[in-house]
C-alpha cells in the first residue's frame, strides 16, 4: 500500500491554540490534499497543494509540502471548538482524477473549549 | 455533500446475499469512485469510473462490481455480502480541477452491516 501515514493519531489542544498535523507519504506524487470528517459525516475538502509547491494558505489553514522528505504539514491556526474533527491527507500520483486518492489513517483533533 | 446522495444510508444484510449501494450525482462531473471506511485503515479505493461504461479497480476491489450506465449513477455491488465487508462506504465524485488537479467531493457515506 502507498498510504500515506498522519502524525500524531490523535491531538487534544485547548481552544485558541495552534494544531499541527504532519502526513508522511511514500512515492512521487501530483499533489497532497487534506479532508476533514466530522463524527459519522462523509469527508470534506480542505486544501489541496501542488507538488511544485511549497506552502499554501486558506483561512486559518496552513500547508506545507517538503517533497524531498515526502512529508506535509497541516497548521491550523487560533482553534475553535468547531475544529474537532478528523483530519486525514491523502495523495494522487497522477493528479489527472482517474487514480482516486490514497488516504492516510488520519488524526482526531479534538478542540477543548 | 453538494450534489451527491447515497442509498441507502444503513443497511443490514445476511452473509451470501447480493447487495447494491447506489451514488447520484446532480454536478455532472466525470470521475466517480467508491471507498471504504474502517477503523485503522483510513479510507480505501474500491473502484473508481472516469466516464459512462469505463470503470476500474481500485486497491480493494476483490468481491465487489461497479456498474455506471449514466453520467449521474455509479453502483457497487457485493455479489456476495460477506462479515469482511461490513463498513462504511463512501461514493466521491471529481471534475476539472485547475492545473490538472483533482479534489474530490464525497457524499454522506452508507453503514453497512453483514451478520
Known amino acids: 500500500s502507498q498510504q500515506g501515514e498522519e502524525d500524531p493519531q490523535a491531538l487534544s489542544i485547548q481552544e485558541g491554540e495552534n494544531a499541527t498535523m504532519n502526513c508522511s507519504y511514500k512515492?512521487?506524487?501530483?499533489?497532497l490534499q487534506w479532508y476533514r470528517q466530522n463524527s459519522g459525516r462523509g469527508l470534506v475538502h480542505l486544501i489541496l497543494?501542488?507538488?511544485?509547491?511549497r506552502e499554501k494558505h486558506s483561512g486559518r489553514l496552513r500547508v506545507t509540502l517538503d517533497t524531498s522528505k515526502k512529508s506535509s504539514s497541516l497548521l491550523i491556526t487560533a482553534s475553535r471548538a468547531a475544529d474537532t474533527a478528523s483530519y486525514f491527507c491523502?495523495?494522487?500520483?497522477?493528479?489527472?482524477?482517474?487514480?482516486?486518492?490514497?488516504f492516510g489513517k488520519g488524526t482526531h483533533l479534538i478542540i477543548q473549549p | 455533500d453538494a450534489g451527491i446522495t447515497q442509498s441507502p444510508r444503513h443497511k443490514v444484510t445476511e452473509t451470501g446475499t447480493p447487495v447494491t449501494l447506489r451514488c447520484h450525482q446532480t454536478e455532472n462531473h466525470r470521475y466517480m469512485y467508491w471507498y471504504r471506511q474502517d477503523p485503522g485503515h483510513g479510507l480505501r479505493l474500491i473502484h473508481y469510473s472516469y466516464g459512462v461504461k469505463d470503470t476500474d479497480k481500485g486497491e480493494v476491489s476483490d468481491g465487489y462490481s461497479v456498474s455506471r450506465s449514466k453520467t449521474e449513477d455509479f453502483l457497487l455491488t457485493l455479489e456476495s455480502a460477506t462479515s469482511s465487508q461490513t463498513s462504511v462506504y463512501f461514493c466521491?465524485?471529481?471534475?476539472?480541477?485547475?492545473?490538472?488537479?483533482?479534489?474530490?467531493?464525497f457524499g454522506p457515506g452508507t453503514r453497512l452491516t453483514v451478520t
Open positions: 497543494i501542488r507538488s511544485n509547491e
Open positions: 491523502a495523495t494522487s500520483y497522477s493528479g489527472g482524477g482517474a487514480d482516486g486518492l490514497t
Open positions: 512515492t512521487s506524487i501530483n499533489n
Open positions: 466521491a465524485i471529481s471534475g476539472a480541477g485547475t492545473s490538472g488537479s483533482y479534489e474530490q467531493y
